[in-house]
């Protein structure tokens, strides 16, 4: 924080669930909110999933336990082209192959900084965040990246936050533009 004070750009790891953490764990340093409102530009949380295999790749239908996970109706999701991979000689039979990053970029602007300043909630941060800066969770670039058939919808489930339902696709597409 002295650094960033200073005008120097300060980058620093920390290993929390998504952006949202790794504001509150500034904050749960007794970090001054007035320091970290002043000096933080943005905040990135990343994951690698695994990537569908090319080679063995099939379309795969979203089943009702699927939808109930991820608090979407199966009419939302009809119209994409979810993949999994029935295992091959490339993949060693595991149906995938390399791995795709998921990201979650929060960029503070003032609505942001005003709710760090005044300690509001994760839920409210976040939710501040996602209306005013157009935050876009892990877990939907997650769906994003498993609609176009470069993860699995199964990957998403098991290695992304599921901390509120995603908002529809379409809209989650209009965010991020075309993958």
Same mark, same amino acid.
């Given at each position: 924080?002295?650094?960033?004070?200073?005008?120097?750009?300060?980058?620093?790891?920390?290993?929390?669930?998504?952006?949202?953490?790794?504001?509150?764990?500034?904050?749960?340093?007794?970090?001054?909110?007035?320091?970290?409102?002043?000096?933080?530009?943005?905040?990135?949380?990343?994951?690698?999933?695994?990537?569908?295999?090319?080679?063995?790749?099939?379309?795969?239908?979203?089943?009702?336990? &699927?939808?109930?996970?991820?608090?979407?109706?199966?009419?939302?999701?009809?119209?994409?082209?979810?993949?999994?991979?029935?295992?091959?000689?490339?993949? &060693?039979?595991?149906?995938?192959?390399?791995?795709?990053?998921?990201?979650?970029?929060?960029?503070?602007?003032?609505?942001?900084? &005003?709710?760090?300043?005044?300690?509001?909630?994760?839920?409210?941060?976040?939710?501040?965040?996602?209306?005013?800066?157009?935050?876009?969770?892990?877990?939907?670039?997650?769906?994003?990246?498993?609609?176009?058939?470069?993860?699995?919808?199964?990957?998403?489930?098991?290695?992304?936050?599921?901390?509120?339902?995603?908002?529809?696709?379409?809209?989650?597409?209009?965010?991020?533009?075309?993958?």
């Amino acid at each position: 924080i002295q650094a960033a004070l200073t005008g120097h750009k300060v980058l620093t790891t920390f290993h929390t669930e998504d952006t949202i953490g790794g504001l509150l764990r500034l904050m749960n340093m007794n970090i001054e909110t007035f320091l970290i409102s002043s000096t933080v530009v943005c905040v990135l949380a990343q994951r690698l999933l695994k990537k569908v295999c090319p080679h063995c790749r099939e379309p795969y239908r979203p089943t009702p336990k &699927d939808m109930s996970r991820l608090k979407y109706q199966l009419s939302e999701l009809n119209r994409y082209e979810f993949q999994i991979g029935r295992g091959c000689n490339h993949c &060693d039979y595991t149906g995938y192959l390399g791995r795709v990053g998921i990201f979650e970029v929060l960029v503070l602007n003032e609505y942001v900084k &005003d709710a760090i300043l005044n300690r509001k909630t994760s839920y409210e941060i976040r939710r501040i965040s996602v209306e005013t800066t157009g935050l876009v969770t892990l877990l939907e670039d997650g769906l994003a990246k498993a609609a176009k058939g470069i993860t699995s919808l199964q990957e998403v489930i098991k290695s992304l936050p599921i901390l509120e339902p995603p908002r529809p696709l379409d809209q989650i597409f209009r965010l991020v533009g075309e993958i």
